[in-house]
């Protein structure tokens, strides 16, 4: 399965069922008319270990409110019905382990989802979550980290499909000043292991940010900033983040609707 970027390419995360459901469907496709190439659905989890403050609290809001897997799903048919951007489960293995791995692929095939990225499942431990996912066709989207070994970085490459997505320093999310400077050579080194696109995460929140990840990868990943801006934008959150992301790409000033 191949994931089309544009250049200069998005992958934009938000935090589903933060504030409701209804709402992160809508801010997904305020996403994808600013031009995101692909969404992440974030499913909220109790114990996000390697969330930072920001997805944290979005969580446990959406977790108070009621979001689940099948919620999440849900969204994601009717995001799919609207568009042909790519679409992304991002979830902690324990809400699918609950929900049942097999029938989390047979769900996500019929929402038409693209794939998954299941944070803390490493690739080593992934056989029984590979075979499903082969059977309903969907794609593995594994992450590389700067801390990863040549072995790993090749394992990592060799299962993911649609892209790969490079996590530009070890630690928690959440935005920064500036972007770390292992991003690029984590690059280089999978760019040798894979023709997949790579996307580059963890941090980038500026326009410079995303203007420099697009020299060297495929697409910047943008998740805490937009979980923040929803946050603060009550009542305007979808307009906000697609105004958001068209200053962050630098098409704010050709672009006739905000989204």
Known sequence: MAIKFHKPGLV??????????????????????????????????????????????????ALKHGTNLPGVLDIAKQIRAQTKAGLIIFSYLNPILQFGLEKFCAAAKEARVDGALVTDLPVE?????????????????????????DERLRD???????????????????????LAGDARSLVERLRAFTKLPIAVGFGVSTPQQFSEVNTFADAAVVGSAIVQTVEQNPGREAEAVGQFLLKLTGTAQTATAGG
Do not use: N, W
């Open 156 to 178: 990592v490459a060799r299962h993911s499909r649609g892209f790969v997505y490079a996590i530009s320093r070890t630690g928690i999310t959440g935005t920064r000043q500036e």
């Open 125 to 149: 431990e992934a056989g029984e979550y590979l075979k499903a996912m082969k059977v309903h066709k969907l794609a593995p989207v594994f992450l590389a980290a700067p801390t990863s070994t």
């Open 12 to 61: 934009a995360y938000i935090t589903c069922g933060d504030p409701d459901l209804g709402i992160s469907r809508d801010v997904a496709l305020a996403a994808i008319q600013a031009g995101a190439d692909v969404i992440e659905l974030g499913v909220p989890f109790s114990d996000p270990v390697a969330d930072g403050p920001v997805i944290q609290r979005a969580s446990e809001r």
